[in-house]
Nanobody
Framework: QVQLVESGGGLVQSGGSLRLSCAASGRAFSIGAMGWYRQAPGKGRELVAT???????NYADSVKGRFTISRDNAKNTLYLQMNSLKLEDTAVYYC????????????????WGQGTQVTVFS
C-alpha cells in the first residue's frame, strides 16, 4: 500500500510564505507526475501546479510567479514553496501522484494525500 502524507500547512499573514511537503511511502512503487491541488470552502478542487518526473512544471495562472513546485525523486517527496501569499490562497491543499505499484501485476493509479490546511489572514 502506498501513502502520501502532506505537511507544512498552517496560519500565515498575507504576504508571508509557507512550504508544503508531500512524502510518498510504501513498497515496490515508482512515481510519475505529481501535483498540488487545493479546495477552498464552498468551491471545487482546482489545480495549483504539476511536475513531471523529469522536472517539467505547470502552474495555474493565479499562482505563477509566487509558487514553486519541486520534487526530490530520491526521497519520493514533493514540495510547494508558496511566497507572497494572498487571502484567496486559503484552502486545503492536496498532493497527487500517479504511482505504479509493482506486485504480481503492476497497477497504475492516482493517489491523494489527506490534505493540509493553509489559512492566510490579513
Amino acid at each position: 500500500q502506498v501513502q502520501l502524507v502532506e505537511s507544512g500547512g498552517g496560519l500565515v499573514q498575507s504576504g508571508g510564505s509557507l512550504r508544503l511537503s508531500c512524502a510518498a511511502s510504501g513498497r515496490a512503487f515508482s512515481i510519475g507526475a505529481m501535483g498540488w491541488y487545493r479546495q477552498a470552502p464552498g468551491k471545487g478542487r482546482e489545480l495549483v501546479a504539476t511536475i513531471t518526473n523529469s522536472g517539467s512544471t505547470n502552474y495555474a495562472d493565479s499562482v505563477k510567479g509566487r509558487f514553486t513546485i519541486s520534487r526530490d525523486n530520491a526521497k519520493n517527496t514533493l514540495y510547494l514553496q508558496m511566497n507572497s501569499l494572498k487571502l484567496e490562497d486559503t484552502a486545503v491543499y492536496y498532493c497527487n501522484a500517479r504511482i505504479t505499484v509493482y506486485s504480481a501485476v503492476y497497477r497504475i493509479d492516482d493517489y491523494w494525500g489527506q490534505g493540509t490546511q493553509v489559512t492566510v489572514f490579513s
